[in-house]
């Protein structure tokens, strides 16, 4: 269980029992310092620079205060939200269950974690970040938990720079972090289609060659998607991100603007609350195991978080009508605790499950083309508490 499960479960096992949720008076001064405890606990470690991770001392130290810095911010910031979130949920003077309230402020923070991985910095910032992403090698080669690699991941390629320009990006990170907490500009919309996918359909379509052209891939990567035959699902999270870095300069190289082809990487390797979160909730193959008759099943997270919405799937099909591919190529989700700016960090949080169910051995789509894919909306509805969940869409 990584460190954010761990700050989830708090919820139930640091002493916000289902009693105190329910007390009228609200949550206690210990219980209160619990939760703000284990909301800086969630957040705190993606700051931890690994001891592994080849830094120079000098960087490291700049780094370590960079994050002291910000970790002091979101410190101050909780108590805010915690009290914020309590009062948004009251209802006819009657207080909301504790749980509920740690929920809503533990997905604002995951929020604003991505939220900041998607923002772009300064013409200087986004020029720099491009340069390094399209020449420097070992860029992607984090240590420790890659779950907890969201300021690694900066600091690293800033290490790629000569020492002189350095502190320059360290200063457009520090300004960037500062916008946590703070209304922000509406994130760039995902990627269609997403950058691992179109990164593959090449791969996919035979050796490079005069017909086929595209750059090399760097040995690593060659060896999993050509030589093993791994797809982005079983691909380690170092290779991931070099597919993610590969295509960027793939993309560039066949046109493809640098601001879409920054957005695209930074969606690309966005660490989302699916990602942190692992099999926490859902384990591996459930969506499989429904009968294809049947609705999809509620994604576990998405349950406990309390996240509705609606997907858009784009399904391709065979002249049968059989399904080949499904992928989500609309999100509209919404989720408690986040006001105000979209949820990026829970918007993929249906795609897995509507993609297996789309697609699974079984179905059947009547309007079948080979040339236009199938699309129908999933509506993701909680009818009642988070134990009674439909799912409800267009029957193919």
């Given at each position: 269980?990584?460190?954010?499960?761990?700050?989830?479960?708090?919820?139930?096992?640091?002493?916000?029992?289902?009693?105190?949720?329910?007390?009228?008076?609200?949550?206690?001064?210990?219980?209160?310092?619990?939760?703000?405890?284990?909301?800086?606990?969630?957040?705190?470690?993606?700051?931890?620079?690994?001891?592994?991770?080849?830094?120079?001392?000098?960087?490291?130290?700049?780094?370590?205060?960079?994050?002291?810095?910000?970790?002091?911010?979101?410190?101050?910031?909780?108590?805010?939200?915690?009290?914020?979130?309590?009062?948004?949920?009251?209802?006819?003077?009657?207080?909301?269950?504790?749980?509920?309230?740690?929920?809503?402020?533990?997905?604002?923070?995951?929020?604003?974690?991505?939220?900041?991985?998607?923002?772009?910095?300064?013409?200087?910032?986004?020029?720099?970040?491009?340069?390094?992403?399209?020449?420097?090698?070992?860029?992607?080669?984090?240590?420790?938990?890659?779950?907890?690699?969201?300021?690694?991941?900066?600091?690293?390629?800033?290490?790629?720079?000569?020492?002189?320009?350095?502190?320059?990006?360290?200063?457009?990170?520090?300004?960037?972090?500062?916008?946590?907490?703070?209304?922000?500009?509406?994130?760039?919309?995902?990627?269609?289609?997403?950058?691992?996918?179109?990164?593959?359909?090449?791969?996919?379509?035979?050796?490079?060659?005069?017909?086929?052209?595209?750059?090399?891939?760097?040995?690593?990567?060659?060896?999993?998607?050509?030589?093993?035959?791994?797809?982005?699902?079983?691909?380690?999270?170092?290779?991931?991100?070099?597919?993610?870095?590969?295509?960027?300069?793939?993309?560039?190289?066949?046109?493809?603007?640098?601001?879409?082809?920054?957005?695209?990487?930074?969606?690309?390797?966005?660490?989302?609350?699916?990602?942190?979160?692992?099999?926490?909730?859902?384990?591996?193959?459930?969506?499989?195991?429904?009968?294809?008759?049947?609705?999809?099943?509620?994604?576990?997270?998405?349950?406990?978080?309390?996240?509705?919405?609606?997907?858009?799937?784009?399904?391709?099909?065979?002249?049968?009508?059989?399904?080949?591919?499904?992928?989500?190529?609309?999100?509209?989700?919404?989720?408690?605790?986040?006001?105000?700016v979209r949820p990026v960090a829970f918007e993929n949080v249906f795609d897995a499950t509507i993609e297996t169910y789309?697609?699974?051995?079984?179905?059947?789509?009547d309007k079948a083309s080979a040339n236009v894919p199938y699309t129908f909306q999933m509506v993701w509805r909680l009818?009642?508490?988070?134990?009674?969940?439909?799912?409800?869409?267009?029957?193919?």
């Open positions: 269980m990584n460190i954010f499960s761990i700050a989830l479960a708090c919820a139930l096992a640091c002493g916000i029992t289902s009693a105190q949720a329910a007390a009228p008076e609200g949550p206690a001064e210990e219980l209160r310092a619990q939760m703000l405890r284990s909301l800086h606990g969630g957040v705190a470690p993606a700051f931890v620079l690994d001891k592994d991770l080849p830094l120079d001392p000098a960087l490291r130290a700049e780094a370590d205060r960079l994050s002291a810095e910000h970790l002091e911010r979101v410190d101050k910031l909780l108590p805010a939200w915690l009290d914020e979130e309590r009062t948004r949920q009251t209802r006819a003077g009657k207080a909301p269950a504790s749980t509920a309230v740690y929920y809503a402020v533990l997905a604002r923070l995951l929020n604003e974690l991505s939220l900041w991985q998607l923002e772009p910095g300064d013409a200087h910032y986004e020029s720099t970040t491009l340069a390094v992403l399209r020449s420097a090698a070992g860029v992607c080669d984090l240590s420790g938990d890659y779950r907890l690699t969201d300021f690694a991941s900066r600091i690293l390629r800033i290490q790629a720079l000569p020492a002189a320009e350095r502190k320059a990006m360290l200063a457009s990170e520090r300004e960037l972090l500062a916008h946590w907490g703070r209304p922000r500009a509406e994130p760039p919309p995902w990627p269609d289609p997403l950058p691992q996918r179109a990164a593959f359909a090449l791969l996919q379509r035979g050796p490079a060659d005069a017909g086929h052209p595209r750059l090399a891939l760097p040995p690593r990567l060659a060896a999993a998607t050509l030589g093993l035959g791994r797809d982005y699902t079983t691909m380690h999270p170092v290779e991931r991100c070099a597919l993610q870095q590969w295509w960027l300069r793939e993309s560039m190289r066949a046109g493809v603007t640098p601001a879409a082809a920054l957005n695209a990487f930074r969606y690309g390797t966005m660490l989302t609350a699916v990602d942190r979160f692992g099999d926490a909730f859902d384990k591996p193959g459930a969506a499989e195991k429904k009968d294809p008759a049947g609705p999809p099943p509620y994604p576990g997270i998405a349950s406990h978080f309390g996240a509705t919405g609606v997907t858009t799937v784009s399904v391709r099909v065979d002249a049968a009508g059989k399904p080949v591919q499904a992928a989500v190529t609309g999100r509209k989700v919404d989720v408690p605790g986040i006001h105000g789309a697609a699974q051995e079984g179905r059947h789509y009818d009642g508490d988070k134990n009674a969940t439909t799912a409800k869409g267009a029957k193919p």
